[in-house]
């Protein structure tokens, strides 16, 4: 009912940027949460930046000051921009968006992941 595709990993050496986007389609009434996740090889999935319907933003703690969320409701989009990356940020990065369907259903959905790559 809601589908995901995200864009923007790829490669990039330690001290670098990347912006990640993901946008959101399908019987979306409304948009309750947007959030990104991480899974690092051998590590479990942990979340890196949450935004609320309400524009409220959170962050994992040792990522503050690095990364930014950013949404926009009209479009369906969340963004996350990282910056000053580590190696230790490499990972299959993971959209996450909770949303109210048009048959007001609260459903949960999953993108397919993007791979960012930090080298030192």
């Known amino acids: 009912q809601v589908q995901l595709v995200e864009s923007g990993g790829g490669l990039v050496q330690a001290g670098g940027s990347l912006r990640l986007s993901c946008v959101a389609s399908?019987?979306?009434?409304?948009?309750?949460?947007m959030a990104w996740y991480r899974q690092a090889p051998g590590k479990q999935r942990e979340v890196v930046a949450t935004?609320?319907?309400?524009?409220?933003?959170n962050y994992a703690e040792s990522l503050k000051g690095r990364f930014t969320i950013s949404r926009d409701i009209f479009t369906k989009t969340v963004i996350l921009q990282m910056t000053s990356l580590e190696p230790e940020d490499t990972a299959v990065y993971y959209c996450?968006?909770?949303?109210?369907?048009?048959?007001?259903?609260?459903?949960?959905?999953w993108g397919q992941g993007t791979q960012v790559t930090v080298s030192s």
């Open positions: 935004v609320s319907s309400g524009d409220r933003k």
């Open positions: 399908g019987r979306i009434l409304s948009i309750d949460a």
């Open positions: 996450n968006v909770k949303a109210t369907t048009t048959s007001f259903r609260r459903t949960e959905a």
